[in-house]
């Protein structure tokens, strides 16, 4: 398998296995802490914020690494999602005598949604960090594709998603259930790592560099003001919600 199309559809499949899991781990919560507005938006938010850590993490410096290393760095990290995926059904049950201790004696509704954040918070850290950080790498690899533009992946990634919620909640879920699921994106992932890993060893960093547009040969780039960035950053984060 060689080639960014091949690499294209790696990260499909990833976008699909992040989803499945993330269906499947809502499920989780749903069974552990009670299918509430309240329980799945706390969830939700913790999820989020595990890819957004992972991705704003690896962003620093992902620039500095040479795209074949990023690539592989990238197979590292579907491999991390793999093995962590495993251990969250257990991770979940492990919490239940803590979540039932603390509705028992919490005496405030507060004080029990801490604890239920922390829970969620320390079960999915780990994979949803290594999901976020794993977007910088795949756009590293794909910045230096002359034929393809390195949005692309990102797209490609988001139709895997769509993919992946759909056969969780309506073909996985009901059919193979959730330990089923789970193996389903464990093979999701690992079957993106290899084949990332493969695809490094194939000297793609002699691979052409996109040549710059004529414009922006005979301009030097902008750099928009501080404050301008994060009044950008703040209408994405708004527009997210």
């Known amino acids: 398998m060689r080639g960014p199309r091949s690499f294209l559809v790696l ?8 989803l499945l899991y993330e269906v499947l781990w809502v499920r989780e919560v749903a069974l552990a802490l009670g299918n509430t507005a309240t329980t799945i938006g706390l969830f939700l938010a913790t999820f989020m914020a595990g890819l957004a850590g992972g991705s704003w993490g690896a962003g620093r410096w992902v620039a500095r690494v040479p795209p074949r290393v990023a690539l592989r760095q990238y197979a590292v ?10 251990l969250v059904p257990t991770a979940f049950s ?60 990102y797209a490609v990634n988001t139709v895997g998603a769509t993919i992946g919620a759909l056969l969780a909640g309506f073909v996985l879920l009901p059919t193979v259930g959730r330990s089923g699921t789970t193996l ?14 493969a ?15 004529p414009h922006q040969r005979a301009h030097t780039p902008v750099v928009a003001p501080r404050e301008a960035r994060w009044l950008v950053l703040a209408a994405i984060a708004i527009s997210g919600a």
């Open 184 to 197: 389903v994106g464990v093979g999701l992932n690992l079957f993106a790592a290899v084949g990332a890993w």
């Open 94 to 153: 492990l919490c239940l005598p803590l979540w039932a201790a603390v509705y028992d004696d919490a005496s405030t509704s507060l004080l029990f949604a801490a604890v239920r954040i922390a829970g969620c918070a320390a079960i999915v850290a780990i994979p949803t960090l290594a999901m976020g950080a794993s977007y910088p790498l795949a756009v590293r690899w794909m910045d230096r594709r002359a034929d393809l533009p390195a949005g692309l992946s």
């Open 199 to 213: 695809l490094s060893l194939h000297g793609d960093d002699l691979a052409p560099v996109r040549a710059p547009l």
């Open 77 to 86: 990290l579907e491999v991390v999602i793999a093995l962590s995926a495993i």
């Open 11 to 18: 990260y499909l499949l990833s976008g699909c296995a992040a």
